[in-house]
Structures are given as structure tokens and as C-alpha cells.
């Protein structure tokens, strides 16, 4: 394993300036408008933790970062400002490198089940009112409690339905389920799944223990989504890095301060987590950044403007990288003013002048001491990345893929029996003056593989059955759910 090193050295002011990796779980910060540089220190940063043993996730929202698995050295502008950092020993290398994707393309898929994602986060990508979101709950609670597992969006489509079709049964115990709100959640499920966001739900669910490797020497594996074209879709990008945040925070043991972090997870387009989020998860999501600290995890959120990001969740982002901000109108004016305010004051530099006027890759920056405590902010010069800055050619892209020792174990997609089956097995053997529901509409049914013929429905009963043990057990069966509404099992 690498050591580690006193600071992670990212940048130059009149002394070089870095990160002590038993200060990088407390959380950082990386603004700046658009071409001002902010791409070039998110690379440097992540070059540095995998340096010393520290895996790192990313969001590659540009199409730009897969040439982190080459060595730079490709670009004059790069090897110019390792010159006028008098960075004599500057040694372009690549790293090691691990490309996922929700749609599978350009990475291995990275899917979750319906219930690990629940009703909370599912409520935000669909765009529910609050009544609709009430319903969904109630939705997910009468499948937990029937045992029924919602893996893929087929299941929660027929759970929907199962819903609204039995709604006068279901009114007595958990309140009114009315045509126009199932209506509603059916309509807003059509659409998610026309816009791909239904490949990201089914198994394999990823295990987030992937994450956390490194390479043969010890370096840090960079784990880069490509989100390229989930970003088409903001909220399923934001919803999608949050459940993931969450699934670290819920699985990872407590470590209280490392002397490094056990990851780094670089939240780019930050300022779309909070943008129409209700209260109730704008208060979970600082609860997140707050906690997961604790389980040596580092967030580092990158916007455009630090008032993209919430007063709660600015004040925990104790190592500041902050690149230049314009100033045409009243507003940019109170953006810059805001952005100076929030780094630790130098006599010496007036930050709110400074940071209209610093050239792209310069930046003010501030880093925890030792003892936790902001640095002075410092103008300094970044340090240029030591990999590739042009993108990867589809073959090379491909060829890393191959090579990854995830290969094979989340391209295939497993369809286990769950509420979609059993709900229309139900509908099936139920009389024809009580049958109440045929199988949703547009929806295959399974080859003789997942219920083969003559099994019938005493098969699919002792399936159910090993679906509701599957979910856990409240003597047999309990389930709880996570601080996001992930559903975890006891």
C-alpha cells in the first residue's frame, strides 16, 4: 500500500499548497464559472488521492475524463504550466481506471432495485406532488408487507396498478388511493421508462464494495460514470448520485477520522441535488453529508456558485478550491461577494476583487489544518494533471472495459420472480367474476425458464413465500428503511 503523504500538493501559492489526507472526509468545495478550470482540478485531486491507496467516484458529465487511464503529457498548455510551476520532475502517467454507466454503453450498468432505491427518492425522479408521493409510499408498504419484492420497473408498475384496482379494499387500512393520483403515478412511470431511466432498476444490484478497491500496487481505483447522457435527465443524475451517497453512508462501518478516506466521491452539477427538492430530503441530504464523514467517506461538490448549495451544506465544506466568478450583473456581484466571504479572510488579499479577476486554472484556496481549522485563503496556480486530457477512442474505452475484473458480472441482467409474476399469477388463478387485473399492458410474459409450465400456482405461492423470507423476516420478516428510504433488512 502507497504511503501517505504529509499534504496532497495541488497547488502553488507563494508555497505549495495541498490536502492532508486526515482532513479529506471533512468534506470540500470546487466553484467557478464555466472554462475557468474547475474540470482540471477535480483530475488532479482524484490523481492525488489514487496516488496514495484512496479509491475515487466521479461523474464524468462532459464525456471528458475517461483519458485518466493514459498518460498526459499531450498538451502544451499542460506541459506550459508545469514549466511555470518550475514542476521539474513532472511525469505524466495514467491511472487505474473502472468506466460505469447507467445505460450500459460506455461502462458496466450500474442498476439498484426499486426497493433499495424506495419511495422517497423514486418520488423526486418521477416529479410527484406530495399527496401522489403519499400514495407511492403507501405503495411500497403494502408490498413489504405482503412480501411482495419490487425489483424492476414492471413490478412497481404492476404494484401501481394492484393499488388502484383494489383501492376500495385497501381505503379502510392506509387511506384513500384515488384513479387520478395511480393515474398520475402510471403516467410519470411511462415516461421514465421511455427515457431509459428504466434499465438503471432490476439486478444485479451494484455492490458498493466495487467501489472501494485498488490496483495491484495499491493505487486507487477511479470509478467514472459516464453521465454524459443520464444529465439529459437532472433529476434521475442527481436522485441517482444521492442513492448512491446514501447506499455508502447505510453500508460502511463507522471509522471515525482516518488517516485517509476509504473513498472520495466527486458530486459534479452539485447545484442540481437541491434544485426543487422538497424539505424533507433537502434536510436528509445535509443529515447524509453530515454523517457519512464518519464512515471515511469524503463529498466534494463541484457548481458554479457556492450559493448553488445550501447554508448547511456550504458550512460542512471545510477545503475550498474557488475559481474565477463574473461579475456583470447585481447578481453575479452578490455571488462573488458571497464566495469571498465564505473562505477564511488574508489581510493580505481582497478575495472579492481577486476572484473576478484570476485567470483560468488560478484559484483562491483554502485546506484544513491539522488541527481541522481553514488555511489562509491563498491565490495559487493548479497543478496540472499528470494523465491524459483527451478523451478515450471508443476502442480504448472498450478494451479497459474487457480488461476490468467486473467483466461479465453486471452486463447480464437476472429477473428473479417478484410482484410482477405473482400479482399476475394471482389475477390468473382468481374466478372470472373476482379476477380484477390481466398482466400489465405491453409486458411479455416470462419464458418457461422463470415459471415453467405445470408448477402452476402452488409453485408460485411457495415463490412468494421465498420472496418474503428474501426481504427479510418480522419474526420471519421485518423491514426497515435507511435514512433516505432505502429499504435495509434486520
Do not use: C
Not at 411457495?462 to 426497515?480: C, D, H, V, W
Request: neutral net charge; hydrophobic residues 40%.
Amino acid at each position: 500500500m502507497s504511503p501517505t503523504p504529509e499534504q496532497l500538493t495541488v497547488a502553488r501559492g507563494s508555497a505549495p499548497l495541498g490536502l492532508l489526507p486526515g482532513m479529506a472526509n471533512r468534506h470540500g468545495l470546487i466553484a467557478g464559472a464555466t472554462g475557468t478550470g474547475k474540470t482540471v482540478t477535480l483530475r488532479v485531486l482524484a490523481e492525488q488521492f489514487s496516488k496514495i491507496g484512496v479509491p475515487v467516484f466521479l461523474a464524468d458529465v462532459k464525456g471528458d475524463l475517461s483519458g485518466m487511464a493514459k498518460p498526459g503529457g499531450d498538451n502544451p498548455k499542460i506541459t506550459a504550466r508545469a514549466t511555470e510551476l518550475g514542476l521539474s520532475g513532472y511525469s505524466p502517467r495514467g491511472f487505474p481506471v473502472v468506466f460505469w454507466d447507467v445505460f450500459g454503453q460506455q461502462g458496466h450498468p450500474v442498476r439498484t432495485t426499486v426497493s433499495d432505491m424506495g419511495p422517497l427518492l423514486l418520488s423526486r425522479i418521477l416529479d410527484l406532488s406530495d399527496t401522489q408521493a403519499d400514495v407511492l409510499a403507501v405503495i411500497f408498504r403494502i408490498a413489504d408487507e405482503q412480501g411482495l419484492l419490487l425489483l424492476d420497473l414492471k413490478d412497481l408498475q404492476a404494484m401501481v396498478r394492484y393499488g388502484g384496482e383494489n383501492a376500495k379494499d385497501l381505503r379502510t387500512r392506509y387511506g384513500n388511493i384515488s384513479p387520478a393520483t395511480i393515474g398520475a403515478i402510471q403516467r410519470n412511470l411511462l415516461t421514465l421508462e421511455e427515457q431509459g431511466g428504466g434499465v438503471f432498476f432490476g439486478e444485479l444490484s451494484l455492490d458498493i464494495g466495487t467501489l472501494l478497491r485498488t490496483d495491484a500496487e495499491g493505487h486507487g481505483i477511479i470509478n467514472i460514470l459516464a453521465a454524459d447522457r443520464l444529465l439529459q435527465s437532472p433529476k434521475l443524475y442527481s436522485t441517482f448520485l444521492l442513492w448512491l451517497l446514501s447506499e455508502l453512508y447505510e453500508n460502511l462501518p463507522e471509522v471515525g477520522d482516518p488517516e485517509k478516506p476509504r473513498l472520495v466521491f466527486f458530486f459534479d452539477e452539485a447545484h442540481l441535488l437541491f434544485a426543487d427538492a422538497p424539505r424533507a430530503l433537502r434536510e436528509k441530504v445535509v443529515l447524509v453529508v453530515r454523517l457519512i464523514r464518519s464512515k471515511g467517506v469524503g463529498v466534494y461538490f463541484i457548481t458554479q456558485n457556492p450559493l448553488d448549495l445550501p447554508d448547511d451544506v456550504l458550512g460542512q465544506l471545510g477545503n475550498r478550491v474557488q475559481h474565477a466568478l463574473r461579475a456583470f450583473t447585481q447578481k453575479d456581484q452578490k455571488a462573488v461577494r458571497a464566495a469571498a466571504e465564505t473562505m477564511r479572510a488574508n489581510p493580505a488579499l481582497d478575495a472579492k476583487a481577486v476572484i473576478t479577476e484570476l485567470r483560468t486554472g488560478e484559484a483562491l484556496v483554502s485546506f484544513l489544518d491539522a488541527k481541522g481549522i481553514p488555511g489562509v485563503t491563498e491565490r495559487a496556480l493548479i497543478y496540472p494533471p499528470e494523465s491524459r486530457l483527451a478523451p478515450l477512442s471508443p476502442d480504448e474505452r472498450n478494451e479497459i472495459i474487457r480488461a476490468s475484473p467486473f467483466y461479465g458480472r453486471y452486463e447480464a441482467v437476472h429477473d428473479r420472480i417478484s410482484a410482477y409474476e405473482i400479482l399476475a399469477e394471482r389475477a390468473k388463478s382468481s374466478p372470472p367474476a373476482e379476477k380484477k387485473a390481466e398482466s400489465p399492458p405491453g409486458r411479455r410474459e416470462r419464458s418457461s425458464s422463470s415459471a415453467p409450465a405445470g408448477r402452476g400456482t402452488d409453485a408460485l405461492a411457495k415463490m412468494a413465500g421465498s420472496a418474503a423470507r428474501a426481504a427479510g423476516s418480522q419474526i420471519g420478516r421485518e423491514i426497515i428503511r435507511g435514512i433516505l428510504g432505502s429499504m435495509k433488512r434486520k
